[in-house]
Structure formats: structure tokens, C-alpha cells
């Protein structure tokens, strides 16, 4: 088997925008294994993997999977209402924990995940075909950051302004392994995936075969 070519030493820490942080290579090959593994089993359901059906009837080319709370266009639920009406998972302590760890590393301040505890997680899957346009992230009744993961395929993940889909932008190129926070002033920015990389994530190292699979935490706000 050809080995998996080495990447440039890459930083351990940028900041991109007050508030919007990467993390290259923050997940361990063994933390990437266990999330595949993880994901495997949340897409089975009780609510399983599947395609998000936007209000005008078309259909979003990511696939998800979601923890702790629904969501479809453009509110939470406890229960996917628009599919089997069944109750969706629980978000697992060690996930919201690891968040936590991603929120103190990216801010460098050890308080910050005290008191950060998610109650959602969106589980996204692409293929080499997907795309995610630009979008904000604010269905949430809360101002807490947002934690994302990335595993498999390289892509870009384009980081917009908080008044439109328009530029000023900045292109990010996510690898396997990062992790990206978006917070504070930055927490509500137009953002979206316009291009993966087929085939250039480590895939027989983290038992993924093919695609990227993006994990994002969220703090919803909500009760109940």
C-alpha cells in the first residue's frame, strides 16, 4: 500500500476574523476513527442520514444526521416531524466535552469550556458533489460559538461578513482533522463549502472511504 504522503507542518492556531478561529490538525487519527465509527451508528437513526428538504421543495446536496435537536429550514424540533416523527439522539456527553476542549484551544482560555455546553450537533456528509452554499447559522436562541469538525476530504470552507452572502470573504482550506470555531464577532457570518477535493483526505487511516464528513456543535437556547 502506498503510504499516505506527509503534509507540510502546518500552524497550530489562526485566527481569520475576531471571534473565527482554526485549529489545523487538532483531531488525532485514533479521535478521527472513533468520530467515523461514531457517525456510522447516528446515521442509522432512530432519525437516520439523509437529505434536508428546503421550504421550495429543493433538496440539499449534504446529507445529515442530527443529535439533541431537529433541524430543517429554519427552526429546531425535538422530532423529525417532516420525516418518521421519531425523537432523535441524544447529543453523548463526550462529544459536547470534546467541543468544549476545541472552544478553549481555539480562544486559549481554559475557562472557556466550562461554560460551553452544546445541545445540538449536525452531522453533514459530502460527497464529491456537495456543496453547501452561504448561509448564517441563526435559528439558535443563543450567541454561544460554533464548533466544527472536519474529517476526510480536504475542502474550502469560505468565511463571509454578517450583512450578506457577498464579499469581503476568506477562502480556508480545511483538512482532515481541523477544527474551526466561529464566535463572539464572527459568530453570526455568512459562511458555506463551495468546493471539495475528491479523494485527498487519509481515508484507509480513519476508516472513512470516501467524502468529508463535517460535525458541528451548537448551543440552541431552547428548552425542552
Not at 464529491?128 to 469538525?149: F, I, T
Amino acid at each position: 500500500m502506498i503510504p499516505f504522503p506527509e503534509e507540510p507542518a502546518r500552524p497550530r492556531r489562526v485566527e481569520i476574523a475576531p471571534g473565527a478561529v482554526h485549529l489545523p490538525g487538532w483531531l488525532t487519527f485514533d479521535q478521527q476513527r472513533q468520530l467515523v465509527r461514531a457517525c456510522r451508528e447516528w446515521a442509522r437513526g432512530p432519525v437516520p442520514m439523509r437529505h434536508t428538504r428546503l421550504p421550495g421543495g429543493g433538496v440539499m446536496s449534504i446529507q445529515t444526521v442530527h443529535l439533541g435537536w431537529y433541524w430543517r429550514p429554519y427552526h429546531y424540533s425535538r422530532t423529525a416531524d417532516d420525516h418518521n416523527g421519531a425523537r432523535v439522539a441524544e447529543l453523548p456527553e463526550w462529544l459536547a466535552d470534546l467541543g468544549g476542549s476545541v472552544l478553549a484551544d481555539a480562544y486559549q482560555d481554559p475557562d472557556a469550556a466550562a461554560g460551553y455546553r452544546p445541545d445540538v450537533a449536525l452531522v453533514n456528509f459530502y460527497d464529491h458533489a456537495a456543496k453547501l452554499g452561504m448561509h448564517q447559522d441563526k435559528e439558535e436562541r443563543s450567541s454561544a460559538p460554533v464548533v466544527s469538525l472536519s474529517i476526510g476530504d480536504r475542502c474550502v470552507f469560505r468565511v463571509g461578513n454578517t450583512q450578506n452572502r457577498n464579499r469581503p470573504w476568506t477562502d480556508v482550506e480545511l483538512a482532515s482533522g481541523d477544527a474551526f470555531v466561529f464566535g463572539g464577532p464572527s459568530r453570526f457570518v455568512y459562511h458555506g463549502v463551495p468546493k471539495l477535493y475528491p479523494d485527498s483526505g487519509p481515508h484507509d487511516e480513519i476508516g472513512l472511504a470516501e467524502g468529508r464528513l463535517n460535525l458541528t456543535l451548537r448551543v440552541t437556547g431552547l428548552a425542552g
